[in-house]
């Protein structure tokens, strides 16, 4: 989540053996998140981080990091609001290699370049259309339901892989409940990677050597698959 300290967070998960990143641009009513990410967001709202702050903290992010993909994620009211234009072009400025917009379905607002997300509810007329139109990946949402780490890995994310392959020609990235290192391992003997969010937010909140040790316990995991 952007906040002061996301910066150095940021590079640590680097250090740790992240590819790429996911900033989140706080949202009053993140509908697709679940408790650890809604209250990262109430957090950095109540800290005055609005979406000029947010773009401010991507730009100090992208001094520390000048190459690693940088990839906000918000929701489509705060495009609304700042400027469907405005914003994409802002959040390059600042150092955005790409987006995502958790709400916007993929049939809307197709002129803005974005990563699409599907779900193992996504028809195959939808998950073709959005490897059509993602920007760079696919982001396979494994579970029909909100982020949040789980106990188990989602019996979904297997058919819902093998689904897409057939579909499009794009690597397939999965996340929503993937959160220890032996659902890393599993996910990418799958998928084409492998993304984490509200461990690491939880993981984040102890400080950045925390948060890369966590990281670097995935990315060996990883490694190994």
Do not use: K
């Amino acid at each position: 989540m952007a906040e002061p300290e996301t910066p150095e967070l940021a590079a640590a998960a680097v250090a740790g053996g992240a590819d790429l990143l996911e900033l989140g641009f706080p949202f009053s009513d993140p509908l697709a998140d679940g408790p650890v990410i809604r209250r990262a967001a109430e957090r950095a709202l109540a800290r005055g981080m609005r979406t000029r702050a947010c773009l401010e903290c991507l730009a100090r992010t992208r001094e520390l990091l000048p190459d690693t993909p940088l990839v906000p994620m918000t929701y489509a009211s705060i495009l609304e609001a700042y400027g469907w234009e405005r914003f994409p072009a802002d959040a390059q400025a600042a150092g955005a290699t790409s987006l995502i917009v958790a709400d916007l379905p993929v049939d809307e607002r197709p002129q803005l370049r974005r990563v699409q997300l599907v779900a193992p509810t996504s028809t195959d007329e939808r998950i073709r259309l959005a490897g059509e139109r993602t920007d760079g990946w696919l982001y396979l949402v494994t579970v029909a339901g909100t982020t949040g780490a789980r106990t188990e890995l989602s019996p979904a994310l297997a058919p819902l892989v093998e689904r897409a392959r057939g579909l499009v020609a794009v690597p397939l990235y999965a996340g929503f409940g993937i959160s220890t290192p032996e659902h890393a391992r599993s996910a990418a003997e799958l998928a084409d990677g492998v993304v984490v969010g509200s461990r690491a937010v939880e993981v984040a909140e102890e400080g950045p050597r925390a948060l890369e040790a966590y990281v670097r316990s995935l990315r060996e995991s990883v490694d190994r698959s």
